[in-house]
């Protein structure tokens, strides 16, 4: 049979999951990162809202995980909601692994229901089809809340008995990992399969829980799944600036999608090894183009330099968390061994002195000087 698809005009999603508000960063307990850290998370998602306001979304779509744990404060929630409450599209909310739903008594959901009475936004934690009109179109969200934190297996099965009219858009929500994006050895996190999502019916998915992207912003045509990352990167673990999507369905369902940039932090790892391809002044260089205020630095410094260089380092080192939101630092660099510094460090004649002296004049020492030093110095003691 032949369907036509007639389509009054373009239906917009903002997609965004992982958002894990009231995560308190206790690794960096004590410093001014923390504080912002947690306001991040708050300040990102409002990015998000804005965003859909700016491109005039119809749906906010949150693929669970929206808060870190069922233990948030009345606080935390109403701050939450009253950032939600800006949307100028109707936002949907799924439980995800974290803020599952397991009843009515739950105090997490129960607080929010209560905040968002007479508004656009909706909890979707029934496993029941969510249908509404937009743009002269039926929509139909079919959405998979979490009902525990730990699941053997997907929710999505009750999807696939659903008989879908050709003529309504189907989008599925759900929350879990997804075969090849994740690792769940253990079968822990609602494990679903290309061909589990595909199977249901519906014509595409907006999931959460992998904090990476899904497809690459490069890609075209219709995926099967969207994942979005995490709104705010949240650890030194993610490179990514915090994204969400924007997806068009436009005529016969055919999809196009933009990557949308939310977040306003961001960490990074420097790992840096002097010696003699790569000096004090090429790290002066570097440091300098990283600098921004709201990055989070973590330095992993090894090698050798010359004790005025040494000297150097350490007085920079003491200057950057003024450059930074915050700097962590392993600093393992030890003294350059060369001539100048045998003749300094060891009396001649002495039998250390001899033994430097004679690895020093063979071609490329260095590396065999240091550890011959090493094993002359194991505490880093002078002889």
């Not at 965004?16 to 990102?44: C, M, P, W």
């Not at 990992?177 to 679903?192: K, T």
């Not at 932090?265 to 205020?293: C, H, K, M, T």
């Given at each position: 049979?032949?369907?036509?698809?007639?389509?009054?005009g373009?239906?917009?999603?903002?997609?965004?999951a992982?958002n894990?508000?009231?995560?308190k960063?206790?690794?960096?307990?004590?410093?001014?990162?923390?504080g912002?850290?947690v306001q991040?998370?708050?300040?990102?998602l409002e990015n998000?809202?804005?965003?859909?306001?700016?491109?005039?979304?119809h749906?906010?779509?949150?693929?669970?995980?929206?808060?870190d744990s069922?233990?948030?404060s009345?606080?935390?929630?109403?701050?939450?909601?009253?950032?939600?409450?800006?949307?100028?599209?109707e936002?949907?909310?799924?439980?995800?692994n974290?803020?599952?739903?397991?009843?009515?008594?739950?105090?997490?959901?129960?607080?929010?229901?209560e905040?968002?009475?007479?508004?656009?936004?909706?909890?979707?934690?029934?496993?029941?089809v969510?249908?509404?009109e937009?743009?002269g179109?039926?929509i139909?969200?079919?959405?998979?809340?979490?009902?525990?934190?730990?699941?053997?297996?997907?929710?999505?099965?009750?999807?696939?008995?659903?008989?879908?009219?050709p003529?309504?858009?189907?989008?599925?929500?759900a929350?879990?990992?997804v075969?090849?994006?994740?690792?769940?050895?253990a079968?822990?996190y609602?494990?679903?399969?290309?061909?589990?999502?595909?199977?249901?019916?519906?014509?595409f998915?907006?999931?959460?829980?992998?904090?990476?992207?899904?497809?690459?912003?490069?890609?075209?045509?219709?995926p099967?799944?969207?994942?979005?990352?995490t709104?705010?990167?949240?650890s030194?673990k993610?490179?990514?600036?915090?994204?969400?999507?924007?997806?068009?369905?436009i005529?016969?369902?055919?999809?196009?999608?933009?990557?949308?940039?939310?977040?306003n932090?961001?960490?990074?790892?420097?790992?840096?090894a002097?010696g003699?391809?790569?000096?004090l002044?090429?790290?002066?260089?570097?440091?300098l183009?990283?600098?921004n205020?709201?990055?989070?630095?973590?330095?992993?410094?090894?090698?050798?330099l010359?004790?005025?260089?040494?000297?150097?380092?350490?007085?920079l080192?003491r200057t950057?968390?003024?450059?930074?939101?915050?700097?962590?630092?392993?600093?393992?660099?030890?003294?350059a061994?060369?001539?100048?510094?045998?003749?300094?460090?060891?009396?001649?004649?002495?039998t250390a002195?001899?033994w430097?002296?004679?690895?020093?004049?063979?071609?490329?020492?260095?590396?065999?000087?240091?550890l011959a030093?090493?094993?002359?110095?194991?505490?880093g003691?002078?002889?």
């Amino acid at each position: 049979m032949l369907y036509f698809y007639l389509f009054m005009g373009n239906v917009r999603i903002i997609h965004t999951a992982d958002n894990h508000i009231g995560l308190k960063f206790n690794n960096y307990s004590g410093s001014q990162a923390q504080g912002a850290l947690v306001q991040e998370r708050l300040d990102a998602l409002e990015n998000v809202v804005d965003a859909g306001n700016s491109k005039n979304a119809h749906f906010l779509v949150v693929a669970g995980d929206l808060f870190d744990s069922l233990k948030i404060s009345a606080k935390e929630v109403k701050s939450v909601v009253e950032i939600l409450k800006k949307s100028h599209a109707e936002v949907l909310v799924l439980p995800g692994n974290h803020d599952y739903y397991d009843g009515s008594d739950n105090k997490l959901w129960k607080m929010f229901l209560e905040s968002t009475e007479n508004t656009s936004i909706r909890l979707l934690h029934q496993s029941e089809v969510y249908r509404t009109e937009c743009e002269g179109e039926v929509i139909c969200f079919y959405p998979a809340p979490c009902m525990s934190k730990h699941h053997e297996g997907h929710v999505i099965g009750w999807v696939n008995d659903i008989q879908k009219d050709p003529n309504e858009i189907h989008i599925g929500i759900a929350h879990g990992n997804v075969d090849g994006l994740g690792v769940d050895d253990a079968d822990r996190y609602f494990n679903m399969s290309e061909s589990d999502l595909r199977a249901t019916g519906v014509d595409f998915w907006l999931l959460g829980h992998i904090h990476v992207p899904f497809p690459a912003p490069t890609s075209i045509g219709n995926p099967l799944f969207f994942m979005p990352a995490t709104h705010t990167p949240e650890s030194i673990k993610r490179k990514i600036p915090g994204y969400a999507w924007l997806i068009d369905v436009i005529e016969k369902k055919q999809l196009q999608f933009e990557q949308l940039t939310t977040g306003n932090l961001r960490f990074s790892r420097q790992i840096i090894a002097f010696g003699r391809n790569f000096s004090l002044s090429d790290f002066q260089r570097e440091e300098l183009s990283w600098r921004n205020p709201k990055l989070i630095l973590d330095l992993k410094l090894s090698g050798s330099l010359s004790e005025s260089d040494l000297t150097e380092l350490s007085e920079l080192l003491r200057t950057l968390q003024t450059e930074y939101l915050h700097v962590d630092f392993e600093n393992s660099v030890g003294v350059a061994v060369d001539s100048a510094f045998i003749q300094k460090t060891y009396a001649e004649g002495t039998t250390a002195y001899q033994w430097l002296s004679a690895i020093a004049t063979e071609t490329d020492s260095e590396l065999a000087l240091q550890l011959a030093y090493s094993m002359l110095n194991p505490k880093g003691k002078k002889s």
